[in-house]
């Protein structure tokens, strides 16, 4: 879909409220959301009644786990999860590398390829800088710091701001899970038991009777029994086990993120060959950067759907970017931005067979230098100020009249 904004809300740069309107996300959320309250109502009204065990699980533990999962999806849905800023510029420290760095790219003007000395930069935000550790994604149409992946169940772009969120969205289904099929397991238990009329000795109103002939009409020996087969409860058993295997998976997988302090993209990228050495590399080893904090051990706050701290004199360098309220809503551009030759469309991307090199400035103009080697342009620099100085001294003698 995009960037979109509606009323000050979506992923536009203009945005002031986060909100992917991605209409598979919008629907594929209100799945998630729909499926936890029936989940809640479903195993309140079926599982819990005369088994004092039974309501402790779902008030003690089912209850707050499936408050905290709707809680952490609310925060993964609503955060930005690190979208790049118009007008964010690499930070102090890096840019004089990033500037001398070589970047190819598409030349809407005059076609194919080009070639030139500049930061990175992304054409589908309007240029705007490109963080190394940044990746464009298409669904919200930002660049997302530390993307892992576009999940519909949170219709949103898994960052370095929210992934924390999502993570504890998947945990806490888990555990919902486990507790259901809990639940599950004590009421089919409990309703094995059943005794017959004759045995009852007297027709107890308070009993539930099936009417199955093959169990000769006897009655439920527990109370309670009588919507075991209902269902809703059939639907809650499904429910249950699908999200059991499913969250399961998908916590085995982010394990790894937590541990490796890199999202799934890099990973990725990184096993293919196709990352230099270090690109992906965590910023720090003092934190998590997943969960934040000032440490890298559990803490308390890994568990809860609270927004993510990083230490101050870290922020920046993780974000991987320089931005405040100050600058200017456009993209930023370095102090001596130069185009480089343009590879014809045929070459396919292939590197252009001139080394480019900056821009020097003779006679007041700017010129590209077309030498191959580092002797040609230390010889042309040479003889450029050897002409500038003559036409200096020359300047100088017309000023105070002198002349031999």
Not at 8 to 32: Q, V
Not at 98 to 115: C, K, Q
Not at 172 to 186: E, G, M, P, Q, R
Not at 238 to 254: A, G, H, R, S, W
Request: proline share 5%; with cysteine.
């Amino acid at each position: 879909m995009g960037r979109s904004n509606v009323c000050n809300t979506g992923t536009d740069f203009e945005s002031k409220r986060w909100l992917s309107l991605d209409p598979c996300g919008l629907l594929c959320i209100s799945l998630s959301i729909s499926i936890h309250m029936f989940a809640i109502i479903a195993a309140g009204l079926t599982l819990i009644s005369h088994h004092t065990l039974a309501q402790v699980l779902y008030f003690g533990l089912y209850v707050p786990f499936a408050t905290l999962a709707l809680s952490s999806l609310f925060m993964a849905a609503t955060t930005n999860p690190g979208a790049v800023p118009m007008g964010a510029r690499p930070l102090p420290a890096n840019m004089a590398s990033e500037s001398d760095s070589i970047v190819t790219e598409r030349d809407p003007a005059r076609g194919g390829l080009r070639r030139r000395r500049g930061i990175r930069r992304c054409r589908k935000c309007n240029d705007n800088y490109k963080p190394a550790r940044s990746h464009h994604d298409s669904v919200t149409g930002r660049c997302i710091v530390k993307m892992d992946h576009f999940c519909p169940w949170v219709c949103n772009a898994v960052g370095i701001m929210n992934h924390k969120f999502f993570i504890l969205f998947i945990l806490y289904t888990f555990l919902t899970a486990i507790v259901s099929l809990a639940l599950l397991f004590i009421r089919v238990i409990r309703c094995g038991f059943y005794i017959t009329k004759a045995e009852s000795g007297h027709d107890n109103s308070t009993q539930q009777y099936t009417n199955d002939d093959s169990l000769d009409h006897h009655n439920y020996k527990y109370l309670g029994c009588d919507n075991i087969s209902s269902p809703m409860v059939g639907g809650l058993a499904i429910v249950t086990v699908l999200f059991f295997f499913f969250t399961c998976c998908m916590l085995l997988e982010q394990g790894e993120a937590v541990d490796t302090n890199m999202s799934k993209i890099a990973r990725m990228k990184t096993r293919a060959g196709l990352a230099e050495n270090g690109e992906y590399a965590p910023v720090a080893t003092e934190f998590n950067e997943v969960f934040g904090g000032e440490y890298p051990t559990m803490s308390w706050h890994w568990f809860l759907p609270l927004p993510v701290r990083f230490p101050e004199w870290a922020r920046d360098n993780i974000m991987g970017y320089e931005w405040d309220l100050t600058f200017p809503s456009t993209p930023y551009q370095e102090p001596a931005d130069t185009d480089g030759d343009t590879v014809g469309s045929a070459m396919s991307g292939r590197a252009s067979e001139k080394e480019i090199v900056a821009p020097m400035t003779v006679g007041g103009s700017d010129v590209e230098s077309g030498f191959d080697g580092p002797l040609e342009q230390e010889q042309h620099a040479v003889e450029t100020g050897s002409a500038s100085t003559k036409s200096d001294s020359l300047v100088n003698r017309r000023s105070t009249g002198s002349f031999t």
